[in-house]
């Protein structure tokens, strides 16, 4: 559709077509050129990250084009009730002009024409115009989240309690999914371990139980979206032992465990004692579609 409104001249909100992923790329990059952590995607990884990892769905997903170029866009990720905005970007000729509101409003009817109940999103929280913006479109923080990261080398010369820890072929999600401490966010929970995803890497250990541990990570950009170890094994090296098995797999300089819940104490105090840092805090928000 046209934007018809003042200042919005030339200007057409439409979803995407699977042909114009190059384009979202593009404005991507741009996008984000002048951000805290810039988009440093080739167009391959940009493919990996959003199409395959994340599973982004076009047609649910919107642009705002002048002419032939796309100045703003949405990607979003969908399961069962509950969609994911993984990205909202404006590039920097066209901000100021409420174009993230017009985008958002869109966003949303598509959401609730797709039956979905749910939009769920992650914002730094250090980015106070952003965390603005989504409050005064009806989000509300429901978690905040803290990620960490640490040389690989650290890892590698650390010392760990000696673990059979093997690929896993196999893993009872919902079991591993039961241990956790507190609600785990959208990308580290359900979204990571949902039925039939296949990951870089997964290692595990297993014992006369059952399985004891697992660890999720991506062996190119280091992160690591789960961590778990079974009440009954914590405090006996088996975490470190997992995270140092990951790092000899991992190819980046660093390790990342991105988004801790600050409820769940246990893994920051873990992560802590293992001389992570704090590398950026995010916030968790959530509005119902109705």
């Known amino acids: 559709m046209h934007l018809t409104e003042a200042g919005y001249s030339n200007l057409s909100l439409r979803v995407f077509r699977h042909s114009e992923l190059t ?29 395959t990892r994340l599973q982004t769905r076009l047609e649910l997903s919107a642009g705002v084009w002048h002419k032939e170029k796309l100045v703003a866009f949405t990607l979003v990720s969908c399961f069962e009730d509950q969609c994911y905005l993984s990205c909202l970007g ?39 115009v952003a965390v603005s ?9 429901i978690r ?12 590698l010369k650390s010392q ?10 196999h893993v009872p999600w919902e079991e591993v999914y039961a241990w956790r ?3 785990l966010p959208f990308l580290n929970g359900r979204w990571v371990i949902r039925p039939g995803v296949t990951h870089d890497s997964v290692l595990s250990y297993r014992d006369e139980k059952g399985t004891g ?43 990342i465990c991105f988004n801790i819940p600050e409820e769940a104490s246990g893994i920051n105090s873990f992560l802590s004692n293992m001389e ?13 579609i109705c």
């Open 276 to 288: 992570f840092r704090k590398y950026f805090n995010q916030v968790e928000m959530k509005k119902s």
């Open 133 to 141: 913006v989504y409050e005064q479109a009806g989000y509300q923080i």
């Open 160 to 169: 760990s309690f000696p673990h059979q820890i093997v690929p896993a072929d």
């Open 181 to 183: 401490e507190c609600e």
């Open 213 to 255: 541990g697992v660890i999720v990570f991506d062996k190119h950009n280091g992160r690591i979206p789960l961590l778990m170890v079974r009440p009954d094994l914590r405090r006996q090296g088996l975490g470190k032992a997992l995270l140092r098995e990951a790092a000899q797999l991992i190819l980046s300089k660093e390790v």
């Open 23 to 51: 384009d979202i790329y593009l404005a991507c990059t741009d996008a984000f050129e002048d951000y805290q952590f810039p988009v440093q995607f080739t167009l391959e990884e940009f493919r990996y990250k959003f199409m």
């Open 90 to 128: 404006v590039r920097k000729d066209w901000r100021r002009i409420g174009l993230s509101k017009k985008l958002l409003a869109f966003q949303e009817e598509l959401v609730a024409h797709d039956d979905s109940n749910e939009l769920i999103l992650d914002v730094l929280g250090s980015n106070d």
């Open 144 to 155: 905040k989240l803290t990620t960490y990261s640490i040389s690989r080398d650290i890892i």
